[in-house]
């Protein structure tokens, strides 16, 4: 090999070596990056560290071709009822809301049922205690109910921001929250996995959400039970 030649060869090893660095794997083009949380720990990070998944590799609803057409329905897996539960607090300090929902027909907003608030925000030492976690529920709350054997969806918001929340579906979050009509992709959904034993827990899911603008995917977390994720959109 000539000295020419070794060095046209070094350059593109060099290139093709940062490209994949700044690739993250699994991840398909369509899908919104994440952005690292401000003083918080980092979505894959949490999922690595908590529950042995990876962010992308993991994830079962990505962004393959549009928002609109990434799936986010859910349907209960057998008998008794659903839960769907916050585990990790990272978003906004003021009241945060959960709950599930029926689609609704055409461009109408769904009837939103809540189950749960809580008013608290965890910190990366609590993560890494496992202290405070999960959050403290506020009086009134449920963390079940019982949808039948319809599709539902769930939702989380936050009472800082004005507007109809985020929703497990991507298109119904671009039809009803103007907010974030243009960024509607709100939800990382994966499999709930028992880090200690590498097991997949059955019909059990992890959300990651997303109500702010910023894209770090931990405001609020759950645990949804007792479900089956609808693939189709």
Known sequence: MTKRSYFRSAAAALSLAMATVGAAPGQTPAQ???VPGPNEPDWDVVLRDRYGLSMFGDLLNPVRTTA???PGLFRK????PVTYRPVIALG????NRGGWYLPGPGADAP???ETWTYTFKNTTRDLESGANLPPPLEPGGSLA????DALFGVWASNDALDDGGVFSEPSLVAR???RLAAQ???AMIYPNRDKATGKTIPNSYLIGWEYSTNDDFQDVVCVLENVRLRIEP
Do not use: H, I, M, S
Request: net charge positive; glycine share 12%; proline share 15%.
């Open 32 to 34: 919104p990056k994440v």
């Open 68 to 70: 609109a057409q990434t």
């Open 77 to 80: 897996a057998g008998p008794g």
């Open 92 to 95: 906004l300090e003021t009241r």
């Open 111 to 113: 009837v939103k049922v």
């Open 145 to 148: 109910f019982d949808p039948g």
């Open 176 to 178: 009803v929250n103007k």
């Open 184 to 186: 509607p992709y709100k």
